[in-house]
């Protein structure tokens, strides 16, 4: 799940101009790995980068964009990596994804490795009508399925959507190098059984994020 | 009148009801964020505060009366404003609760590793002298301007650290500060997000803290606010007073730099 | 040793304005620690707010009212440099009497 690659020195990249005569000081990795300490299931590891993470951290700061080679590249290895279900099926239960939906527990270090882990999707997105306390950090995806035209989720002619879905859910940057959003599947948030019930929520006919 | 507007939402068909659900769910967060301003509970803290602030105690029966905040020993109008800075007798840059912490260790004769065991209050605990004591801190530098120095190489090299730390994406979650505070109007299901990154947001979220939190019944201190969005962003616990958590207030700080202190504030 | 009220008070023609911010933990009763026991209630049940040695408040609370309550109300009469005292009582029998003067 972890790949371990050593630290290195961020690029003068993160440097602001007007500063470049100033000495450096202790370097920022440095910093961050003295002062953290692991507290139950937040372990140290969390901290070491991976490629992905550096590249994005060094855009954000550099307040650019991350080169179109680049991103095309972390994007083609995030969509290598999902991982269809094993049995083929793609949809579960939405009522089981609404709750998912709603729990924004798991993987804290107040948490337990017991702990049921959520996917906190209202944080971020509208979904059902009836939930009104939703953020706008993603897109909303109230009709979800209905815009994309799945009236039928097991009709061959919705399987590029359904891919699709899974995929974002999976590794959201396989479609976009970046995204904010969490990494549900290649991360390990949410079990694969759980990705089905999100899955459903979206793109069931009838679940509440579909019906008017 | 809001519910009026809200029935009458309902009326309409789907279009636009959820939104203005949602609107009218804000403006009543609004308003009962309004009808908290006065009755603050954190003037019982910083009443403590000055008390502690003031009273001989600790091995050396001192006072922190003679503790030099960045203004000179025993000012304290308006050093909390002015903080993170560099302090030569320590030879680093310190926020407020690094400096307290200081003092009371040197002044004072506490033992650091005590006072850094449990700085925050348990849910329904009183509050910790280090509570009690910021909150005193933040309260006389009550409406006085926000002026984080620049000025020495340290104080540079803690704004550029921390500048990257906002940006740091790690964890499970890939999160940094900035997945949630460097985008204008953004909102964790109806909680609104500063900006960090921009002056007017930085200024009024900086000027904030400390604050009394409603729900938790307790003053959270800057250190402890950042230390629950690392628990949020799935990060491992920030160490009290660590490097990293200076570098970050002093990079928020100077973002905030002419906005004007408010704290101890009130939040839900 | 219960910690002190702040208490302020204006004087605006004829009425009198007072703050009242008290420090008390108000454990409802109600609630469960996490070992599932429940915890004593510990909560003010009397107010008392006397002008100049006469009472011009007093309130029954229980354990609906939350921690560090605030309280504000006004009577008529009072002028600037006359004596507020707030006092309350709590359900372990603790009490605190605390004064100002009418600004």
Known sequence: MKTNNTLILLGAAAIVAGCATMSAGPDVTEVIKASFQERGIAKLDRLEQTPLQKACSQADAAGKPLDAATASRLEQAALAAVKPPADGTYLGDWKEGEKIAQSGRGLQFNDTAQTVAGGNCYAC??????EISFGNIGPSLYQYGKQRGVANPADPASAEIVKYTWGKLWNSHAYRACSPMPRFGDAGILTEVQLKHVMALLLDPQSPVNTP | MK??????????????????????????????????QDGNPADLNAARGAALWNKARGPKNASLQGCDLGKGPGVVAGAAASLPRYFADADAVMDVESRLVHCM?????????????KPYSSDG???????????????????MPIAVPTGHPKEQQAYQRGKQIFFFRAGPYDFSCASCHSADGQRIRLQDLPNLTKTAPAQAAFAAWPAYRVSQGAVRTMQWRLYDCFRQQRMPELKYLSPASVDLIAFLGVNANGGKMAAPSIKR | ???????????????TTVRVLMAHEMESG???????????????????????????????????????????????????????TVTWVDNRGESRSDEAVIA
């Open chain 2, 3 to 36: 519910w009026l507007a809200y029935g009458a939402a309902c009326a309409v068909s789907l279009a636009g009801a959820s939104a203005l659900a949602q609107k009218s769910a804000a403006d009543a967060i609004a308003d009962y964020r309004a009808s908290l």
């Open chain 2, 105 to 117: 260790v040197t002044l004072q004769g506490f033992k650091r590793e005590e006072l850094t065991a």
């Open chain 1, 125 to 130: 997105h509208q979904l059902s009508k009836a």
């Open chain 3, 1 to 15: 040793m219960a910690d002190p009220m702040r208490i302020r008070a204006q004087a605006q023609g004829d009425k």
């Open chain 2, 125 to 143: 605990q009183k509050a910790t002298e280090i509570e009690d004591l910021v909150a005193f801190l933040y309260d006389e530098s009550r409406g």
């Open chain 3, 30 to 84: 109600q609630r469960k620690d996490s070992a599932g026991k429940v915890i004593p209630g510990w909560y003010i049940t009397e107010v008392t707010a006397q002008h100049n040695g006469k009472t011009v408040l007093s309130a029954q609370w229980g354990g609906a009212v939350s921690k560090n309550p605030y309280l504000q109300f006004s009577f008529k009469g009072g002028k600037a440099g006359d004596k507020i």
